[in-house]
């Protein structure tokens, strides 16, 4: 996928999510496709909009006047685009479904500010709020992060070094990458391993050093249907240090955890005394699923673990300087 592709899919989620109505095409047409012929501008909003929902980002259809059916708008629902699963699924995964997840990311943050930017000179009403939803405070450290954001994007092979867990020795990899997501703080990429002729999924902070790009974008395409969620759920080898984890977060918040809770409690009275809270099971890592929990802010409360807890409270301290 190209990089103006991938611009341009970037903006029109930015544009039809910080809007309060519905967005008429003339006005998207005008701003995101200025160069395209009526014909074209069909052809690329239709296949963008496709594949926008194929990520699971609901872009919503309704009538500018609510009296009269007579012109067609545009918009993303923040409420629903939190509620359901969003899979970080093929090709513009890294782009839309991380966009707003790893702001904090260099590469990623330029490219949403440049979008903002953009819609902000063409005088488009912007609800900054709006881009909350995505809860824009998880950052990714991991050296082969870009490789292979850029690969899911352009469809390129990637080769690298991996260790396995328990092993000293690393070996080499070769990968058609679908998709990149987080899971439980920690990020994987899945897609078809070319030496084993199989599906596989790889965790970033396995990987020894940088992946390298190989080949020319294109060179592959995604088998259609693929959900990399489903994927890396079903090949993830069983975690020894997994526990189970109890935590509280306000209603209306906390969609990331939500979309990992294997079951969830609504109206229970938290820490702050009131019954707008809803309880959430999970089972991970207490030392990843901190970091997870640290980016709801107040929103988040672990009740169990003790362990978690523990670590929750030891990194907000480290945060404000220390302290008691």
Request: with cysteine.
């Amino acid at each position: 996928m190209s990089a103006r592709k991938t611009e341009r899919l970037l903006n029109l989620f930015i544009m039809l999510l910080v809007q309060q109505r519905y967005v008429p095409k003339a006005r998207i047409r005008e701003i995101l496709y200025p160069s395209q012929t009526e014909d074209a501008f069909e052809r690329m909003f239709d296949r963008d909009k496709e594949e926008l929902r194929s990520l699971g980002v609901p872009v919503e259809v309704g009538y500018l006047d609510a009296y009269f059916e007579d012109e067609v708008g545009y918009r993303i629902r923040p409420d629903e685009l939190a509620l359901p699963e969003i899979d970080l699924a093929p090709d513009e995964a890294a782009v839309v479904g991380l966009a707003g997840r790893v702001w904090q990311h260099a590469t990623l943050a330029q490219a949403t500010s440049d979008a903002l930017r953009k819609l902000a000179a063409a005088e488009v009403p912007l609800d900054r709020g709006n881009l909350d939803v995505v809860e824009p405070l998880i950052s990714a450290e991991e050296p082969a992060f870009d490789a292979l954001w850029q690969a899911a994007q352009e469809r390129r092979p990637v080769v690298f070094e991996y260790r396995r867990a328990g092993s000293t020795q690393s070996s080499t990899r070769h990968l058609q990458p679908w998709g990149v997501l987080r899971s439980s703080g920690r990020w994987y990429v899945v897609g078809y391993d070319t030496d084993r002729g199989a599906e596989r999924v790889f965790r970033l902070s396995r990987i020894v050093g940088t992946a390298r790009l190989l080949g020319q974008p294109g060179a592959y395409q995604v088998p259609p249907g693929t959900d990399i969620r489903e994927v890396a759920t079903r090949l993830a080898p069983p975690t020894a240090d997994c526990e189970e984890i109890s935590v509280l977060v306000r209603q209306g918040a906390g969609h990331g955890l939500r979309r990992m809770a294997s079951e969830a409690q609504p109206g229970v009275r938290g820490p702050d005394g009131a019954a707008e809270w809803d309880r959430l099971r999970l089972s991970g890592d207490p030392q990843a699923m901190a970091d997870e929990v640290l980016t709801y802010g107040p929103h988040a409360w672990v009740e169990s673990p003790p362990a978690l807890q523990a670590l929750v409270r030891d990194r907000l301290r480290a945060l404000v300087g220390g302290g008691s």
